[in-house]
């Protein structure tokens, strides 16, 4: 297999991570919110943490199901701006943008096209999901494009500002914050359009939702730094980056 076809398989893998997370991401959404841990808060802290995230004494670490797979995104997108540059990673965010929407136009079809009445075995389940993703997808896609966008800016921004050195700067800096710009984004959306829960009634509430998942998501970064480094090692040879900063 040659260098430029390893080299592709390598740039298609890893958009094919970033799309699927982003299409998982999107169709579960906030369907469901799991529970990533609880924790039993002291006095002084029980008086100052919102009751919706609580149980008395006990603190639940809440997120949208949604949330666990879209920070694989931006592992994956970062890898792209480190060994392919920046016009590849912005290209990759362009078309995870479209794909969503040919997604959406699929679902539209096959929810104005009749029904084979006896045959269908889902069909409530289907509709439910159309309804759910119209709103929730569109919200999303707005919030992606914008983090996903900020993320690679920045990325390159801080690559440019060390001459290509300090790689954890770059991951986290860039990460972390498109990551609280993408939790504001989407909840907010979300929020003014109805589809979250009926205990989501303030803007403080949507607030605590932001919180909870920006923290997952901070606390993922964090996580994916040495993944990150792993990758850049491991697929170094496959460095193509037109600005020439090079860790090696």
Known sequence: MSHSHQRDVLFLSLAGIFLTALVLGNVIGTTKF?????????????????????????????VPAGVIAYPFTFLATDLISELFGRKKAQLVVWVGFFMNFFML????????????????????????????????????MIAYLIAQSVDVRLFHFWKKK????HLWLRN??????????DST??????YFAGNLGENVNSL??????ILNSYLFKFFFALFDTPLFYFGVKLFQKFDEDPERNSLY
């Open 185 to 190: 984004a989407i909840l907010m959306i979300l």
């Open 204 to 209: 403080g509430a949507v607030f605590i939702l």
């Open 34 to 62: 799991v529970t990533i841990f609880t924790l039993t808060l002291p006095d002084w802290l029980q008086s100052i943490t919102p009751s919706l995230v609580r149980d008395g004494s006990l603190y639940t670490m809440s």
């Open 105 to 140: 136009l699929l679902m539209t079809i096959n929810h104005w096209l009749p029904d084979t009445y006896g045959v269908s075995g889902g069909l409530d389940l289907f509709e439910g999901v159309y309804e759910f993703m119209i709103g929730n997808t569109i919200a999303s």
């Open 172 to 181: 986290n800096a860039s990460t972390m914050f498109s990551q609280l710009v």
């Open 162 to 165: 060390t001459n290509g050195k």
